[in-house]
């Protein structure tokens, strides 16, 4: 399918194409190559003439340039490096410019998922992880803010577009375990129980999807406080102030549910950042 096609058609006929791309991009990524420029002009000029772009569309372009700059800084194999994860995070959010909030929060899903991998794999890095988990934190809130004031609440309640799980392999790869969806997903939501991850390969609303990543900002600053070098009872008040602020950010239905959600389990899936040792906290 050619530009001039692709930008005809409504994003529901987006589908047919994405998964053609997807599977020659795994297909090509598998047999060594490393220029993938084709598909990055494609789904550009698509950005560039769609105002409201499904949410697949912009994870596959993104994962395009993200996958380019880890390649080209020598990243091959344990996580993406600090300045690869900021431009993701610029990229994602200039994408987005111009969508509903709860659509602009969504589509970080990925940004999280890196930032996770920086903090297992990258522990040298903990000034810019924190800044980069700040801004994260930052830019919920502020959304949240402003979904109070969108018309239906920023259309939290529209639909993920069909192929939204079919694009967690292009993330996959460069990362221990292969290009399966199955464990695959329960990398990429690392923080939530597998029953939220059902929900979301199921298929979900933005909002629900919004939600996951809200909760998943608050466990990563939460991770945070563990590595201040601070007693335990310092540690506690930390942890119940900074929570009650971030929560104070986070006013919107679809974070608490997934906060009441997960606090239903019996712990918290977060030893891969704390160690087994603090998680009791």
């Not at 392999?169 to 997903?185: A, R, S």
């Not at 809200?214 to 930390?238: H, N, P, V």
């Amino acid at each position: 399918m050619n530009q001039s096609q692709l930008k005809q058609l409504p994003p529901s006929h987006y589908q047919p194409m994405l998964k053609e791309s997807i599977n020659r991009f795994l297909a090509e990524y598998r047999k060594g190559a490393t220029n993938f420029s084709d598909f990055t002009s494609i789904f550009s000029r698509t950005l560039l003439t769609t105002p409201d772009p499904p949410i697949p569309v912009v994870w596959f372009y993104t994962a395009l340039e993200f996958h380019k700059y880890r390649l080209g800084v020598g990243k091959e194999c344990s996580g993406a490096s600090v300045d690869t994860v900021k431009s993701l995070f610029q990229l994602l959010v200039s994408c987005c410019d111009g969508c509903v909030s709860m659509k602009r929060i969504g589509v970080l899903a990925p940004l999280v998922f890196q930032l996770w991998r920086l903090g297992v794999f990258e522990k040298e890095v903990k000034s810019e992880f924190e800044g980069l988990v700040e801004g994260v934190v930052s830019y919920c809130s502020i959304y949240c803010l402003k979904s109070q004031v969108e018309v239906q609440g920023g259309d939290g309640g529209v639909v993920l577009e069909e192929g939204f799980v079919d694009l967690l392999p292009v993330w996959m790869i460069g990362c221990e375990g292969g290009f399966g969806v199955g464990d695959g997903l329960k990398e990429f939501f690392p923080f939530v129980s597998d029953q939220i991850r059902k929900g979301i390969e199921m298929g979900c609303q933005v909002g629900y999807l919004a939600g996951v990543v809200m909760f998943e900002a608050l466990l990563l600053k939460m991770c945070l406080i563990f590595d201040a070098g601070i007693t335990r009872g310092e540690k506690e008040k930390k942890l119940q102030a900074s929570a009650a602020q971030i929560m104070t950010g986070f006013r919107n239905f679809y974070f608490l549910d997934t906060l009441f959600r997960m606090m239903l389990e019996p712990v918290l899936p977060v030893i891969s950042l704390l160690g087994s040792e603090n998680e009791v906290l």
